[in-house]
Nanobody
């Protein structure tokens, strides 16, 4: 089972930037596509971005295209989410999980605690 620890969130003004990190179990991480998801109060968890295990393919939600960039460093068992031009509607708890194509992998149930991103206006 993969273990995930998200970090890097915080409070930032609209237009600012944050870089999130997700540290994962090495053996699983090195051969698994990974994604970022977020959940705002009163809303369902939604897809943000994903990256193939090799880093060769990426996918983004329409709401973050052109502003967020997902990357990974398999040697460090870490996936990143660089968030620029942040908007108040980006406020949410951000989670990482294995998966690609907008959904976590089937049967995934090892969500981390997530990291809170709050964007003020």
């Amino acid at each position: 089972q993969v273990q995930l620890v998200e970090s890097g969130g915080g409070l930032v003004q609209a237009g600012g930037s944050l870089r999130l990190s997700c540290a994962a179990s090495g053996r699983t991480f090195s051969s698994t596509a990974m994604g970022w998801f977020r959940q705002a109060p009163g809303k369902e968890r939604e897809f943000v971005a994903s990256i193939s295990w090799s880093g060769g393919r990426t996918d983004y939600a329409d709401s973050v295209k052109g502003r967020f960039t997902i990357s990974r460093d398999n040697a460090k068992n870490t996936v990143y989410l660089q968030m620029n031009s942040l908007k108040p509607e980006d406020t949410a708890v951000y989670y990482c999980a294995p998966g690609f194509g907008g959904l976590p992998q089937r049967g995934f149930d090892s969500w981390g605690q997530g990291t809170q991103v709050t964007v003020s206006s």
